[in-house]
C-alpha cells in the first residue's frame, strides 16, 4: 500500500488569493492526481501529474487555474489560484500503485479542506 | 467511459448481511470493476474489484453477473465501522483514470 499525507488540512482564505496544497507519499509512485469534492458531491478528478511532464487537466479545469507541480516520484503541488467562494471544497490527491494481485488501486489521501471568504 | 448506477443510500443492520447494487451496462469488455468506499471526512479507500470471477477478500466480496453489467458488492457482517459513501468504478485497465459516480451511503443501524 502507499500511505499519504496532505498540508494543510484545511484552510480558510480570503477571495482573491492563492493556497497551494502539498501532497506526499511514503514511496515513490509514477502516476499521482488531484481531486475536487464538493460539498456533499462525489470526486470529480483535476488532473494528473507525473514526473518529468505537464499535468494534464481534466475537461473545465485550466492550469492558469490550477497550477500543478510534480518535482520527484513521491510529491506534487496543487495551487488553487485566485479563489473565489466557489472553489470551497476537499481537495483530494491520490497515487497509483500496481501491488501484486492488484490493477490499477489508487490510494487517496485525507484531503485538503478549503474554505473561501 | 463506462456509467455506473447505484442507489443513493442503504441502510442495514449490525452484523447482517449487505449486498450494494451497481449497474455498469456500458462497460467494455477489458474494464476491471473496482469498489472504494468513502468513511466520514476520510479520502477513499480501496475495498476490492475484479473483471470476470467473483472474487473475495478480507473486507467485502464482489459478484459480477455474467454478462458484466452489474456487480454486486457483498459485505458479509455490517459493522457500524462500515458506514460509508460506497463507490463502484469501472476502470479500463492502464489508463488510471477514475470517474467516480454518485455513490450508495450506507447506514449501519445498531
Known amino acids: 500500500s502507499a500511505v499519504i499525507s496532505q498540508k494543510p488540512s484545511r484552510d480558510i482564505c480570503q477571495r482573491g488569493t492563492s493556497l497551494t496544497i502539498q501532497c506526499q507519499v511514503d514511496?515513490?509512485?509514477?502516476?499521482m492526481f488531484w481531486y475536487r469534492q464538493q460539498p456533499g458531491q462525489s470526486l470529480t478528478l483535476i488532473a494528473t501529474?507525473?514526473?518529468?511532464?505537464?499535468?494534464?487537466?481534466e475537461s473545465g479545469f485550466v492550469i492558469d487555474k490550477f497550477p500543478i507541480s510534480r518535482p520527484n516520484l513521491t510529491f506534487s503541488t496543487l495551487t488553487v489560484s485566485n479563489m473565489s467562494p466557489e472553489d470551497s471544497s476537499i481537495y483530494l490527491c491520490?497515487?497509483?500503485?500496481?501491488?501484486?494481485?492488484?490493477?490499477?488501486?489508487?490510494?487517496f489521501g485525507p484531503g485538503t479542506r478549503l474554505t473561501v471568504l | 467511459d463506462a456509467k455506473t448506477t447505484q442507489p443513493n443510500s442503504m441502510e442495514s443492520n449490525e452484523e447482517e448481511p449487505v449486498h450494494l447494487p451497481c449497474n455498469h451496462s456500458?462497460?467494455?469488455?477489458?474494464?476491471?470493476i473496482h469498489w472504494y468506499r468513502q468513511l466520514p471526512s476520510q479520502g477513499p479507500e480501496y475495498v476490492i474489484h475484479?473483471?470476470?470471477s467473483n472474487v473475495n477478500n478480507r473486507m467485502a466480496s464482489l459478484a459480477i453477473a455474467e454478462d458484466r453489467k452489474s456487480s454486486t458488492l457483498i459485505l458479509h457482517r455490517a459493522t457500524l465501522r462500515d458506514a460509508a459513501v460506497y463507490y463502484c468504478?469501472?476502470?479500463?485497465?492502464?489508463?488510471?483514470?477514475?470517474?467516480f459516480g454518485t455513490g450508495t451511503r450506507l447506514k449501519v443501524l445498531a
Open positions: 475484479g473483471l470476470t
Open positions: 468504478i469501472p476502470i479500463l485497465s492502464g489508463t488510471y483514470k477514475y470517474i
Open positions: 456500458t462497460i467494455s469488455g477489458t474494464d476491471y
Open positions: 501529474a507525473n514526473q518529468g511532464s505537464e499535468a494534464t487537466y
Open positions: 491520490s497515487a497509483e500503485r500496481s501491488d501484486p494481485g492488484r490493477t490499477d488501486t489508487q490510494y
Open positions: 514511496s515513490q509512485v509514477t502516476m
